[in-house]
């Protein structure tokens, strides 16, 4: 089954609002976690990655949080925007795998509200 | 740079023929493909795994002889659904990792909708 899921199928958000999109891991040998976006029809486009040596990293309006006591991966984006409605997917993979095979999560689908 | 396609970008075929679909990278070489299965409204699902020159390593679950994966050249990796049936029809997507990113680094392609009739 997958090792990695998340808490809300669905997030609505005003645009302008802060969105924040949760996600819970079960693998805690897991060292690198990603965040996708993925729009209708489309493949998954890379917004931001955390290694687990680290708790949190930021981009361009997006910041990953990592709590690894808990296994939770959540995905900030601020001030969001029409064009941040899309799937979300977090994934992970286990370094010194050899595999480097993703296990990706069941996704949020953000809705932004205009 | 790290962009990667895929042809066809839709296909509809008919119940029993095969469909050949191509994931390139066009920027960079791919030293490990991975293609995947997504169906509607679900996650993406790994299917197979392939390496430049070796044979597919398949996930539990995925038929080998149904679905075959070549991946003759380092910016090339095939995926033919063979004797396709309607259950097949999904969304695949492949992806890349070489040596544009990192080690754990993947870039995506944009897809193929298959439908079989």
């Known amino acids: 089954g997958e090792s990695v899921g998340l808490h809300l199928p669905t997030l609505s958000v005003q645009e302008g609002d802060n969105s924040i999109i949760n996600c819970a891991y079960s693998n805690s040998a897991s060292d690198y976690f990603i965040w996708y976006k993925q729009e209708s029809g489309k493949g998954p486009q890379f917004i931001i990655d955390?290694?687990?040596?680290?708790d949190k990293r930021q981009g361009q309006r997006v910041t990953v949080l990592l709590n690894k006591t808990v296994k939770h991966l959540s995905l900030q984006i601020a001030a969001t925007q029409p064009g941040d409605s899309a799937v979300y997917f977090c994934a992970e993979n286990t370094h010194g795998s050899n595999d480097y095979k993703l296990s990706f999560g069941a996704g949020t689908t953000v809705t932004v509200r205009a | 740079g790290a962009v990667v396609s895929q042809h066809p970008s839709r296909v509809i075929c008919k119940s029993g023929t095969s469909v050949k679909i191509e994931c390139r990278s066009l920027d960079f070489q791919a030293t490990t493909m991975f293609w995947y299965r997504q169906f509607p409204k679900k996650s993406l699902m790994l299917m197979a795994t392939?390496?430049?020159?070796?044979?597919?390593?398949?996930e539990q679950g995925v038929e080998k002889d149904k679905f075959l994966i070549n991946h003759a050249s380092l910016t090339l990796s095939t995926l033919t659904v063979t004797s396709a049936h309607p259950e097949d029809s999904s969304f695949y997507i492949c992806?890349?990792?070489?040596?544009?990113?990192?080690?754990?680094?993947?870039?995506f392609g944009p897809g193929t909708r298959l439908t079989v009739l």
């Open positions: 392939s390496n430049e020159g070796s044979k597919a390593t398949y």
């Open positions: 955390i290694r687990s040596n680290m």
């Open positions: 992806s890349a990792r070489g040596l544009a990113g990192g080690d754990n680094e993947q870039f």
